[in-house]
């Protein structure tokens, strides 16, 4: 399919999408932010005063939902983007396997934090297998940041697709944490193959 074609149905589709209206009424900077918000109805993921890290934050849907509905959290967010500031929030524009990203990310908290969480997914090529094994090695990479970063009984959570390496994930995350579980938000696109995995209490 032609890349204009795709934009045209992306378009059509924002149009049609309640969620996309609803962040513009609630004033929210992407419709991901009732998928973090279903998330933690359910799973309870979140508190004040929570040490929070996000990966691939931007445009900054999950890291404003943190900012503006938790008191006294301390938040980092890092994106190879650019964002607008959020808040009180540290950003950091970098790639958070670099060494220079983790020693920012180490001497802002100076602890370990309570949440790490990701909504990182590869920019799509149409080639859906492709896109959930990148995406898939994407959120591999996240969990194995997330071991060295997470307190005791640390949470996780990030994207995931079904497809080639979602039993790795699963597998790897179970050895990482004493609970793991994969939901899908009703607020995700039906036709999307898209999850999330949940992970909590680190081993």
Not at 71 to 86: A, F, G, Q, T, V
Not at 170 to 198: G, L, Q
Request: hydrophobic share 35%; charged share 30%; with cysteine.
């Amino acid at each position: 399919m032609k890349k204009n074609k795709i934009s045209k149905e992306w378009i059509k589709r924002q149009r049609r999408d309640i969620y996309v209206r609803k962040s513009k009424q609630d004033g929210f900077r992407s419709r991901a932010v009732y998928k973090l918000q279903e998330i933690n109805e359910k799973h309870k993921i979140l508190k004040n005063g929570y040490l929070v890290i996000d990966l691939g934050a931007a445009p900054g849907g999950w890291s404003q939902y943190v900012i503006e509905k938790f008191r006294n959290c301390k938040l980092l967010s890092i994106d190879l983007k650019e964002m607008e500031p959020i808040g009180n929030s540290y950003q950091i524009l970098g790639d958070f396997n670099e060494i220079s990203s983790k020693e920012k990310i180490n001497n802002y908290f100076k602890e370990k934090v309570d949440l790490v969480m990701s909504d990182m997914a590869v920019n799509t090529t149409g080639n859906k297998n492709l896109d959930s094994v990148v995406t898939g090695e994407l959120s591999l990479e996240a969990l194995r940041f997330a071991k060295n970063e997470l307190k005791p009984n640390g949470s996780f959570i990030s994207k995931i697709f079904m497809g080639s390496t979602f039993n790795e994930i699963i597998s790897e995350a179970k050895s990482t944490f004493k609970e793991t579980s994969i939901f899908k938000p009703p607020s995700s696109r039906k036709e999307s193959k898209e999850s999330f995995i949940i992970c909590k209490r680190l081993k």
